[in-house]
Nanobody
């Protein structure tokens, strides 16, 4: 069974930084898309950043502020979030596509105060 465990969320002031981590319970490879989504109260879940085969995508509002990286040897994906804004406040979910199925973590809360 595939499990994703996130960590690194918390409360930070605007302009601050946080680093999210997500560890998968299975071995991951470059061909496995892996990344982060977020869901703010009253809004739909949206893509934040994802790394897949030969491609890395970011949501427009986080470009230049967030970076995504992965360590396949550690089955881990990271999201470095800099210059955080109050509108980045949301629950952040780790995502993995593995053998054709989509998997999600339980989510980690990120709150940015103004």
């Amino acid at each position: 069974q595939v499990q994703l465990v996130e960590s690194g969320g918390g409360l930070v002031q605007a302009g601050g930084s946080l680093r999210l981590s997500c560890v998968a319970s299975v071995s991951i490879f470059d061909h496995n898309p892996m990344g982060w989504y977020r869901q703010a109260p009253g809004k739909q879940r949206e893509l934040v950043a994802i790394m897949g085969p030969d491609i890395t995508n970011f949501e427009d509002s986080v470009k230049g502020r967030f970076t995504i990286s992965r360590d396949n040897a550690e089955n881990t994906v990271y999201l470095q979030m800099n210059s955080l804004k109050p509108e980045d406040t949301a629950v952040y979910y780790c995502y993995l596509r593995y053998w054709g199925d989509d998997y999600w973590g339980q989510g980690t809360q990120v709150t940015v105060s103004s």
